[in-house]
């Protein structure tokens, strides 16, 4: 063959290919695109269906989960109250999402301040598998104070809020992390005298500081109540900073009688509890034992969990638990007083001695 006759048949050839890639080169790409579309809604479909929330008015939605693990399918709110009132009482969160239907649950019993957070942990009736993309409503009712803060609150209004969310169902869920400590500034108050001491509180949600949350401090139980005449906290609610803590001061009036008084810091359904010495040195940090005595007049707390125990308080002693485990016997001696500052806490039994005097965070305050 000469080489005229070999360019023309590589010019056909060429031609060929062009012809080929003309016609055909289109099918290709839109191939591509479906894979390519294919691995992106089905393979990954998280990347699609961004896990949002929102309300038509006052109510921020900062984050919403809906998550399943082996109790079920639960959806988790973020929330921030954005309108210019205290909320007041219970707040109650309805979800209705198609593939699981309707539950509602209390998110918070206490009150939340304006700007204050709101975490809302909503157990589905029916569970939805891990993977899948859902849309759902949401529907929040309470109360707030229009008459005012809440401290001076005289007068409350109904109101709802309606919202709507979207979400991919992820797996492990677990509830909400919330955290919060209680610190004050002295151990100890000085008898006959009129002081102030500095309540300070942290919280964190998610293991990082919490901006925002609505922290109520409390006088649980000053023990014997003669210890004090006057015990004001100030502000008795208050916001945490961008690192998560809240301030406010303990104003007492202490007696010559000395005692014991226990403070409390709540958010979220969470509690903190320390105590405070009034007129008398600072109370004995006790040890894990089977057995726990305290000589007369002496104070003790415990604050660290130890297996079922025995407590014998002395004649005039006092007995504190605010963070360990409970006790499983008290054997009280005459004027002793025992605070128990543990959620789920009433021991048995409970052998009283004369004018014994006893507080549990459960509900019994006064004589034992």
């Avoid at 509890?273 to 415990?302: D, K, M």
Wanted: proline share 6%; charged share 5%.
């Amino acid at each position: 063959m000469g080489v005229k006759a070999r360019v023309k048949e590589k010019d056909k050839k060429e031609q060929s290919a062009m012809e080929f890639m003309s016609t055909y080169g289109w099918a290709f790409l839109l191939l591509a695109v479906m894979i390519i579309a294919l691995y992106y809604f089905i393979t990954i479909p998280s990347q699609v269906s961004p896990q949002r929330c929102s309300f038509a008015y006052a109510i921020t939605c900062e984050w919403v989960n809906v998550g399943t693990n082996t109790l079920g399918t639960v959806a988790q709110l973020y929330l921030v109250n954005g309108q210019p009132y205290d909320l007041i009482g219970n707040i109650i969160a309805t979800a209705t999402i198609s593939q699981a239907g309707t539950a509602n649950t209390v998110c918070s019993t206490s009150n939340v301040l304006q700007g204050g957070v709101i975490l809302c942990n909503i157990m589905m009736p029916s569970k939805i598998k891990a993977g899948k993309n859902i849309v759902g409503t949401l529907l929040i009712n309470t109360s707030v104070c229009i008459s005012g803060p809440i401290s001076s609150c005289e007068a409350t209004q109904p109101v709802s809020y309606i919202g709507n969310f979207t979400s991919y169902v992820t797996g492990n869920t677990r509830p909400i992390p919330v955290s919060i400590q209680l610190y004050e500034s002295g151990s100890s108050i000085p008898p006959s005298t009129q002081s102030n001491t500095t309540l300070n509180a942290y919280v964190d949600i998610f293991g990082q500081p919490a901006r925002s949350a609505s922290v109520f401090y409390n006088v649980l139980a000053v023990a014997p109540p003669s210890a004090t005449t006057q015990n004001t906290i100030s502000p008795p609610y208050e916001l945490t900073d961008p690192s998560g803590n809240a301030s406010a001061t303990l104003s007492t009036i202490a007696t010559s009688t000395p005692g014991i008084m226990a403070i409390s810091a709540t958010f979220a359904g969470q509690i903190a509890t320390n105590v405070i010495s009034i007129g008398q040195s600072s109370p004995v940090q006790l040890a894990c034992s089977n057995s726990v005595h305290l000589s007369a007049g002496e104070v003790g707390v415990s604050g660290i969990a130890c297996s079922g125990y025995t407590v014998t308080a002395g004649a005039g002693s006092t007995y504190v638990n605010y963070g360990g485990s409970c006790p499983s016997q008290i054997n009280m001696g005459d004027g002793s007083t025992y605070l128990d500052l543990v959620v789920g806490c009433n021991p048995s039994p409970l052998n009283q001695g004369t004018g014994s005097y006893c507080y549990n965070i459960n509900g019994v305050n006064g004589a034992c």
